[in-house]
């Protein structure tokens, strides 16, 4: 059975599986609109047929999503067992043995289901859907009569201690992460097992959480169900979905504040294990009166891309007001170059703003991943260009640099700088390897990049009203909805590697309306175009950083963009005070960085003036890379003197830089995104 | 009673009252010959004449000893009790309560009255004199009859726990305290009781560790007793107490470990509170195959004066190689430009080589003052002018920065760099203070200053064979032995403000001998010298960083010397990361630092080039003080942007530089001693 299905026939059979659920405790479940919102909220048919993005898809089906299977089944040898499986097989009452794992274990299997719900969409794989039914199948077993699921209550502290502490046992938050396994494998597969269980358990936490008399009025600890309900509630068309979610977000923050009468009531310690710091969490104040993003960076974008799909489907402008301040915050103080959030490990989470440190820096993968999935909500709830440029920049160099080219070694944390060897002994530096990594304790990072790279299609377009938007540029074929009409946007580029993209749309039949072609921020305004190979005069308007045309549009019409990729330095705000004098450098999308293996060591002696750029390709990691070389200087002392008044000298020397997310391939070593000016 | 008397009748008197000593189990004492070792080891008769180290002695007496009194007796508002007395009281039976305090808590009284007895020679004070003996005799009351005396284990965990935990429990560091107290207290003031009580204690001491068999063959988690006994030693000339010494430093890192076998057989955790790494303590290795300094700055200090004292007195060539060694470490791979140590705030420690982050450094004042204990007995072991060199250096800017001008109000980490608010907020900042304290629960470190600004003129000169050696330079008038005769040293200069010392000789008798007169490194070998308004053509000979004079030395001779002072910039090794592209700005003796309240905030936008720079005289803070002018540039934003492709601009302005030991005391702000260059 072929992924590459007609959506509508597709989405009939849905409708035919959902008619024969019968064993979920639920009044009444209502399909998508697929031409209102097809385009907009549900996976798109949208398929990567250049050699970048499909690189990585391969490598997410051929390498993470086999690999992190063993790890979930412990097959893997020197290596914590994950014992996930094992503990929803103790759950069913089919294998004796004790719960083992962090209280969130479970999550780690569903995130596993959702990158496979997305990778058969390009990889079909009948031993692995295969796979995938049986471990819904054991889902379906495990989850309690009442639709309660979660294995480390089920299993080690007992039904009637569930829900005692949902500031910190994340089982809103695997939930979360069960409705959007479901939904994705859903909207896949056509199969709706998991999603029937999805629901049984979104409809019992409505019945346990709520405004209601002898409701819980909590909220969860760490941010995910929120997001996760409205993803169900747009498969579904269910409103108590979206409704639970608004509750959610509307508790967060209100005193008397949850987590306290939580504490209270269950005889807890108040100060629980995050010191009482409900920054943390984002529940310090009510979310509409938060202005700054505080607190663990995963858990904010988490919430505030919920902020953004509510502030849209409940048109609510409070909510839309919150979103653009915390985007503000964000992403103008709070940002690192290459999309990175969460300047402070302690709490992984973010620091004060422009307090950016390249070297010690948290910048969780997952933190990136989350701020994609942010910024496509807010595109949603309004087109502007700067979304679209932040989610090309942390999808392109602040979520792939999570993971090896092979998909086999990941990042944790990914700082913009490892210094030498006397710095990574460094306490306050321990979070930070210089190595990437098999795989981790805590294994939220490479199941969330392939969750991202197997659905990149999906960031790819947007519709608002009669515009089409395309905000991503990549070599895809994509069949959508548009105004009625099935269209199909066919994009040729050998982008992010190149500027130029032959973009041909071809709709069943003609259809009018707004195409609006996103203007990348690091095109500084500057591009070219043509449509059907004639100078689009007149006919275009730049508005909110994308380029729209308005005509009928008719099969095989053709327009071709060109934006500028030529290297360039870019310079950092100087309330920055890690980078004041400092240069990095980009090349289109992609932020560059200078490593040990082609610069040597002390990168720290690096000084660069004004220089000119050579752009080289080089093929032996990723197809068509394109790496710099620069004439630089190496700062070099008189004698061995720890501190001399003689000043040190500059040799010149050429330096090669390299994208930043392809660092880290080459063994261990040195890197540094940040280099310092000769000013 | 004056306390600047004539030493050889001084002696004389302390030897009368040894002589009535007749409780303390000892079956010899020793006095010191007191003609070949005066000038060399003992207090010396060194008086500060001039503003500099009178105003500093002042504010001991006047500030930093009443104040800390009160904190003894529980006497300061808005401050956690020390208790320090009252467990005395307990122990003596005197006083019906709990213990309360840190586990050395009685090493805070020790140092308190230590900095007394230096105090009382600047500054007789009889009412002071009178409250240090009362404690004394409640000392000699709250001791046990076996001379043991550590009131935590007295009063707290019994005495049948003693030596249970040497590694961690600090009675052998509190007795190292109390020794050197007594030491100090004896010689300032000829009484003896305290000198007793620390005999009855270091002979009860000696019975317990030793390598006879029953005896403990342990050795202290931190060191301090090892350098004490060699005091009590040279004091008492009692070799068991040198052995003793000896016995603790040739036992440290031996296999097996001791602090193994002592967690193995008190049934205790083998890790320990310091995570079973015994680099902490020093004692991962033999001490004599110990080239790198590691673990807690201040540990190492007192241990390696120990080792440089047993080189010296025990002729021991393998010890002399090993603090050589360690001396490398130390000031060629670890030191800040200003003579701080320890790098890194985990454990309070050494971090690798060239590892020197100015912000995050540790630099514990007591760590700077134990560079200087070190490196007087470094010079005694082989006068070596970059041992006097470093001394200067961590004197002045190492340890005087620990303290106000006022000495109200303290730091016990001094970073040479402070920056802006939200790196105030950084967790791994958590221990820089941007502000000085009154007071410290760990009340180590202003008892401390108190103890070197008390005791300072004792690291003026050293004696070695028949050459007399100016170490350090400072208004002041010393009587001392040299050659068989009692001389006057008189310096009259400004230093450290003006490099022009006159020195002037006055032997009781004419005397033949070298003088030798440290050249400061920093004068880069420059210097001017007259004797008796003469150039003193060929009598010099320049060795080991010395000017030495031979000659028949007359009454009145004089000696004038000129060291340059001009302001000067200094580098950084580029091996050292953060500093490269930097410089700091030194003037004689003395490290600049640029503050907030002279320059503006955000002092990461500074870059200086190559500028002249003026010398302003500045007395608000301190007679005579010089403050530099510069002209330098601030980096300028073309706008609001985090991220641009335009390239800031440099915008000039004049910056202000005062010395680094004076920062903070004009209100809270920025700081930096490191400032990026033009280049």
Request: aromatic letters at 12%; hydrophobic letters at 35%; a negative charge.
């Amino acid at each position: 059975m072929s992924r590459w299905r007609n959506n509508r026939t597709y989405l009939l059979s849905i409708e035919n599986a959902f008619l024969k659920m019968n064993n979920i405790n639920r009044s009444s479940l209502f399909l998508i609109n697929t031409k209102q919102r097809i385009g907009e909220w549900t996976m798109q048919n949208v398929k990567m047929t250049g050699s970048f993005w499909q690189h990585y898809q391969d490598v997410v089906a051929n390498s993470v999503i086999p690999y992190q299977w063993k790890a979930l089944n412990d097959e893997l040898p020197d290596t914590e067992p994950s014992h996930a499986i094992k503990n929803f097989r103790i759950a069913a009452g089919e294998l004796d043995e004790e719960y083992y794992g962090m209280v969130f274990q479970d999550s780690d299997l569903y995130k596993w289901l959702e990158a496979v719900a997305y990778s058969l969409q390009s990889h079909p794989n009948p031993q692995l859907e295969k796979d995938a039914d049986e471990v819904i199948s054991l889902l379906g077993r495990a989850q309690n009569k009442d639709g309660y699921l979660h294995t480390y209550y089920q299993v080690k502290e007992g039904l009637e201690q569930r829900w005692t502490n949902v500031r910190d046992n994340h089982e809103l938050y695997c939930a979360g992460h069960l409705i959007e396994a479901a939904v994705a494998y859903y909207e896949s597969t056509g199969k709706s097992e998991l999603l029937q269980i999805a629901c049984k358990f979104a409809d019992y936490i409505d019945s346990v959480f709520g405004p209601e008399e002898g409701q819980i009025k909590g909220f969860p600890g760490h941010e995910e169900i929120e997001l996760a309900l409205v993803r169900l509630y747009l498969v579904t068309k269910e409103n108590r979905y979206l409704n639970l979610a608004t509750f959610f977000v509307n508790e967060r923050g209100r005193q008397p504040h949850y987590f306290d009468l939580e504490c209270k009531q269950f005889g807890r310690d108040q100060q629980g294990w995050w010191h009482g710091n409900y920054e943390y969490s984002q529940s310090h104040i009510p979310v509409r009166e938060q202005k700054e993003a505080v607190g663990h960076a995963v858990r904010a974008m988490y919430l505030y891309s919920a902020v953004a799909d509510l502030a849209e489907l409940n048109n609510d402008p409070t909510l839309k007001e919150a979103a653009e301040n915390l985007w503000h915050s964000v992403v103008h103080e709070k940002l690192f170059i290459n999309g990175g959030i969460g300047a402070s490990a302690w709490g992984e989470a973010f620091a004060g703003a422009f307090d950016l440190p390249n070297d010690t820096t948290y910048n969780e993968t997952c933190a990136s991943i989350g701020l994609a999935f942010w910024a496509k909500r807010m595109l949603q709830l309004e087109p502007k260009g700067e979304y679209a440029d932040i989610l090309e920049n942390t999808v392109y160099n602040g979520s792939l640099c999570g993971m090896d080219i092979k998909g086999e070694r990941f990042f944790y944390v990914n700082p913009l700088e490892v210094n030498g060897e006397s710095s990574c002994r460094r306490r306050d530096h321990k979070h930070v390897l210089p190595e990437r990594q098999k795989w981790f304790n805590c294994a939220c990072c490479p199941p969330n990049l392939a969750r991202i790279i197997g659905s990149i299609g999906d960031y790819f377009y947007t519709q608002k009203g009669e515009t089409f938007y395309v905000n991503l540029y990549g070599d895809s074929i994509a069949k959508l909805y548009w105004n009625g009409q099935e269209v199909e946007f066919v994009q040729h580029t050998m982008y992010p590697w190149d500027g130029a993209i032959a973009f041909t749309i071809n709709p069943s039949n003609s259809v009018q309306g707004n195409l609006a072609f996103r203007i990348p921020g690091w095109a500084e305004g500057e591009f070219n175009i043509t449509i059907n190979g004639e100078n689009a005069a007149g006919e275009e308007v730049v508005s909110n950083g994308y380029l729209i045309i308005n005509r009928n549009w008719e099969k095989g019409d053709q327009v071709s963009l060109l934006f500028p990729t030529k290297a360039k330095g870019i310079y950092a705000n100087t309330k920055v005070e890690e980078n004041t004098g400092k240069v990095a450098f980009t090349r289109g999308p992609l932020v560059y960085c200078f490593e040990e293996v082609d610069n040597g060591n002390n990168l720290s002696t690096i000084f660069i003036g004004d220089t000119s750029i050579k752009e080289v390709k080089n093929s032996n990691l990723l197809n068509d890379a394109v790496y710099l070389q620069l004439t630089g200087s190496r700062l070099q002392d008189h004698s061995d003197d720890l501190y001399s008044f003689k000043k040190p000298y500059l040799e010149e020397f050429t330096l090669t830089a390299i994208p930043y997310f392809m660092w880290g391939n080459r063994g261990k070593g040195e890197m540094k995104v940040w280099v310092k000016q000769q000013i």
